[in-house]
């Protein structure tokens, strides 16, 4: 019996992503799976501090917070939810917080590679136009814990609870938690012009090439009659950096190389550090002096 979790980026209990993830999560039941699910903003989670600890390739992150909780519980299961709300262009804060925190996962380098399972991703929003690059950020989350996202949406619904207006859309997120259930692992079909593994359709554009930020996907740029066509190149599956072998590669290969290079230049960057360290800068607070607060 297949186990799915469903993750909400959003502190509002009954809004959209909560109903999106329940949603999905009938589905699944209705082919015999387990189901829970876990709030985001009902988590401690500290932001990183940048102390390079798990560059240094130790897999213990010193921040005494429920992240380690919550990918040994996102590792666990057989498939993910992961539905959160744009807020202005990007994902609820709570979402980039636990991004910034997932070298600690890609760098568990002497653990044997999860297998690939699969996932959806829901990003809600109010307007098409403002959906701005949650659901990028989503599938990268998704990525990085060895999840490939088999059904992607943005679901466009400014109020509390409007998805559930949507008849169509409700039936679509029911469909996709059944595949969940039943541990489908074929991608849905993806619009022209967006990238096939996280659904960016943001690019870096090189001449002829275009390159998605966030994955890594490439594509030739194709003109017909005042046309632009992104043709992307085949790839077996999914994108490499989205793998757990790939995961693993960069971290080994460059991650945990910069380590050494550092040590080796250090004491010159503290050289160059010191005429800044002499110069004094008035940083702005807004706590008075003197209030007892920690500065």
Request: proline residues 7%; negative net charge.
């Amino acid at each position: 019996m297949a186990y799915i979790l469903g993750v909400v980026g959003s502190a509002r209990r009954w809004g959209n992503s909560d109903l999106l993830v329940r949603q999905a999560l009938f589905g699944a039941q209705a082919e015999g799976a387990t189901v829970k699910a876990v709030r985001l903003t009902e988590l401690n989670l500290s932001s990183c501090t940048g102390c390079m600890r798990c560059v240094a390739g130790d897999p213990l992150c010193p921040l005494d917070d429920d992240l380690a909780w919550l990918a040994d519980t996102m590792q666990a299961a057989d498939g993910l939810i992961l539905a959160a709300p744009t807020y202005f262009l990007g994902p609820a804060a709570v979402v980039k917080l636990v991004l910034d925190r997932l070298l600690v996962v890609m760098g568990q380098v002497n653990e044997p590679l999860p297998p690939v399972r699969p996932a959806v991703t829901i990003a809600t929003a109010g307007l098409e136009l403002w959906r701005g690059v949650t659901l990028p950020f989503l599938n990268a989350v998704a990525g990085t814990f060895g999840y490939r996202a088999i059904e992607s949406l943005t679901a466009l619904a400014p109020g509390p609870g409007e998805v559930l207006l949507d008849e169509e859309l409700m039936a679509r997120v029911f469909a996709a938690g059944r595949r969940l259930g039943r541990g489908e692992l074929d991608l849905a079909p993806v619009p022209p012009n967006v990238c096939p593994i996280c659904r960016s359709d943001c690019f870096v554009l090189n001449g002829g090439r275009a390159t998605c930020p966030i994955c890594g996907r490439e594509a030739a740029v194709e003109y017909d009659g005042g046309q632009v066509t992104l043709r992307f190149d085949e790839v077996g599956g999914t994108h490499q950096r989205w793998t757990p072998e790939g995961l693993r590669a960069h971290v080994v290969e460059w991650v945990m190389a910069t380590g050494p290079r550092y040590q080796a230049r250090r004491a010159e960057i503290e050289a160059r550090r010191a005429p800044y360290r002499e110069k004094e800068i008035e940083w702005l607070d807004p706590r008075p002096a003197g209030d007892g607060s920690e500065r």
